[in-house]
């Protein structure tokens, strides 16, 4: 009842004025005008979801235009390369969205409602609007990052179990992911994930912890390397691997993308970024003949209880 006597209005004005922006009522009011008269108002859920949307592009066009060097996904990539059909000029734009690559798959289980994604280029996000894991393959000076890779295959799978597969070529190397949903013992979702690798020569397969999505950036801010070597922690979340990392290395947003550190740097087995940028890369050595395989499960969340 208090808010009807409160000159919020007025308040609006003045601090929109005071930091030399239009006024937002003034606009709507505007913009009202060019509407037909309607019994309804505007859903509130599409205006929260369009507001959630643009705060993501606005991150996004903090991070990805001045952070060109970093590994994105595969929309970025496309969306901010000149060269590509996909380009998207952004000089006069307020936010970076996902414009034209909004097309990934779901892989889940029945009466389960967790589905982790895939996108075109086999970048995998295990859970909700979160943090994603990439397939990089590094091999005598060269490497094979998927989402700027010459050729990418992808189907899904129907014969065994429902899963995406990703296959990958460039440089004379290979990579092929497999993403399905698994239920555990008790009964709860873990998304699996199984890539194998193939080189002419020595190198290493890496699994690669990214703060991004098909959507664009989302925070990490913490990853630690278990002291077995068979996990990460992820602002709380769990990675398990099924073989022990090899070596490992993790970076800061002050350091870079941890892809520039790949793979001489200096190992490090966690990283806390404060900007919630926080990179890590989990290596595991090709074999003589310059295969290798690993596997990794993210187990769900488990669901809030009544």
């Not at 599409?46 to 949307?53: M, S």
Request: proline share 9%; aromatic share 8%; hydrophobic share 45%.
């Amino acid at each position: 009842m208090w808010a009807k006597w409160l000159p919020w209005r007025f308040m609006v004005r003045r601090v929109a004025r005071a930091h030399g922006f239009l006024d937002p009522l003034l606009v709507l009011a505007r913009l009202q005008r060019f509407a037909q008269p309607s019994e309804v108002a505007e859903p509130i859920e599409l205006l929260r979801a369009g507001a959630v949307f643009h705060a993501r592009g606005l991150l996004n066009s903090r991070v990805l235009q001045h952070n060109r060097d970093w590994v994105w996904p595969h929309w970025v990539e496309r969306q901010f390369d000149p060269a590509d059909p996909a380009f998207i000029p952004r000089a006069f734009s307020i936010t970076h969205v996902n414009l034209t690559h909004r097309n990934w798959t779901a892989v889940g289980l029945p009466d389960m409602t967790d589905l982790p994604i895939v996108d075109p280029c086999g970048l995998v996000t295990p859970l909700h609007d979160g943090w994603s894991l990439d397939f990089w393959l590094v091999s005598d000076g060269a490497e094979l990052l998927p989402s700027r890779a010459p050729i990418v295959r992808q189907r899904l799978e129907m014969e065994d179990d429902l899963a995406v597969s990703t296959h990958i070529e460039g440089r004379g190397m290979a990579l092929e992911t497999r993403v399905l949903m698994v239920a555990d013992p008790r009964g709860a979702g873990v998304c699996r994930i199984e890539a194998t690798a193939r080189a002419p020569g020595p190198g290493w397969l890496v699994v690669a912890l990214r703060p991004a999505n098909p959507e664009g950036v989302s925070l990490v801010h913490r990853v630690t390397l278990a002291a077995d070597r068979r996990s990460w922690s992820v602002d709380g979340a769990i990675v398990r691997f099924a073989q022990p990392v090899e070596r490992h290395h993790a970076a800061t947003y002050r350091e870079g993308d941890v892809h520039v550190h790949l793979p001489i740097g200096e190992p490090r087995a966690e990283a806390e970024c404060e900007v919630g940028m926080a990179t890590a890369a989990a290596l595991f050595a090709l074999a003589p003949d310059g295969r290798r395989s690993v596997a990794l499960n993210v187990p769900m969340p488990a669901a809030p209880g009544p």
